[in-house]
């Protein structure tokens, strides 16, 4: 995984960007080893269980290139977008997160 990253010593600020119940979004670039059919993307959509808490993507787009996705979650769990993608049966090989935020 590779991309933005916060560093700060404001204890409130930070909580307010990584609490779910904020649902600030993150976004995020994935690079999988197949081009997903539609229905993984759906498989996406529809979301998995994380902690026994359902989570679901806030977006899943194919790239022009179609072997990267754009994923924007609101949640942020551990290994949530690589859990995602796995249980359509497709393989992260790389993982950028881009956004956070607006």
């Not at 990584?18 to 959509?45: F, G, N, R």
């Amino acid at each position: 995984s590779t991309g933005l990253i916060f560093i700060t010593n404001d204890g409130h600020w930070s909580q307010r960007v990584i609490h779910p119940a904020a649902e600030i979004t993150k976004e995020y670039l994935v690079l999988v080893d197949a081009a997903p059919s539609k229905a993984q993307v759906m498989t996406m959509m529809r979301g998995i269980e994380i902690d026994d808490v359902h989570v679901a993507p806030r977006e899943v787009s194919t790239l022009e290139d179609s072997v990267r996705l754009r994923v924007v979650v609101s949640e942020g769990k551990k290994h949530e977008v690589r859990l995602l993608v796995s249980a359509s049966g497709l393989e992260v090989l790389a993982l950028k997160r881009v956004r956070v935020g607006g």
